[in-house]
């Protein structure tokens, strides 16, 4: 049998030992290790300021990692450019380009990596039908409500088939209904292409409904990463205890 170490599969995403300083004094991310596997679905939970955001913008490579390593199919990313990574983002205001239509906004990361005016048509319209909108090509994102564009949102991180794709509190602007949907339809798309994610979230309900292993974080340390139900029967501490069992 084939140890956990050996299998890259298994060590697709590791963190090894990350800090985080903005001012050189107070380490926001104090020592964050995490292996995720391919395919997996990973929550990082945890409250508000305890680093969560700080750990997928050094993951996308917007902030710099203070010490420690990141490395993704076992080729550290640390000091590669955010653009190089080719990893989808969602977030709760990532804006779509108010002049474009949707079917433009969805053709803009494949024009950017050079795809056939071909490939880009076929795939802006399968990527429509993924998310059911596939009459809402020639509108504008002013025209749509606010979990239709979450969905293009959605739709434009998945469009250039990131292995990897982050999504910070991307469904905290949306009423309960719909985030509920969208929660559904994140789901449904994860389990129908099969990236990895890395999802941040300070909702345990939605934590605890869409995720394979939740990471709880609390003042830049993993405080327990489980399973929801290993997380929910067998809390690592108090902490983990109450910040999983509280009702919000
Ligand atoms: P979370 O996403 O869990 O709410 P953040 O990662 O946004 O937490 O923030 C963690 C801590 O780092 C907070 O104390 C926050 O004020 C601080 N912080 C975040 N971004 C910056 C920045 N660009 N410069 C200085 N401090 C920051
Ligand atoms: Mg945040």
Do not use: W
């Not at 048509?121 to 749509?144: H, N, S």
């Amino acid at each position: 049998m084939q140890s956990v170490e050996q299998d890259p599969a298994a060590n697709y995403l590791v963190f090894n030992q990350v800090k985080k300083t903005y001012d050189q004094k107070t380490l926001v991310v104090k020592d964050f290790s995490l292996t995720v596997a391919k395919g997996e679905f990973i929550t990082l939970l945890g409250p508000s300021g305890s680093g969560k955001s700080t750990v997928l913008m050094m993951l996308a490579g917007f902030e710099s990692v203070t010490s420690g390593d990141i490395s993704v199919d076992g080729v550290s990313i640390t000091r590669t450019a955010p653009y190089h990574r080719n990893i989808g983002m969602v977030f709760q205001s990532y804006a779509l380009f108010p002049h474009m239509t949707i079917a433009e906004n969805l053709a803009y990361p494949l024009q950017i990596r050079k795809k056939s005016k071909a490939e880009i048509k076929d795939r802006v319209k399968e990527y429509l039908a993924l998310i059911e909108m596939q009459d809402f090509g020639g509108r504008y994102p002013g025209q749509l409500s606010g979990g239709q564009r979450q969905r293009v949102a959605l739709a434009r991180a998945l469009i250039f088939e990131p292995s990897l794709v982050l999504m910070d509190e991307p469904l905290g602007a949306l009423d309960k209904k719909l985030r509920e949907q969208m929660q559904y339809e994140i789901t449904r798309l994860h389990e129908t292409i099969g990236f990895t994610v890395i999802y941040v979230t300070h909702d345990q309900t939605e934590a605890l409904s869409m995720s394979d292993r939740i990471a709880v974080f609390n003042a830049g340390v993993v405080q327990q990463c489980a399973t929801p139900a290993e997380l929910y029967e067998r809390p690592a501490n108090a902490f983990v205890a109450d910040f999983i069992g509280e009702n919000n």
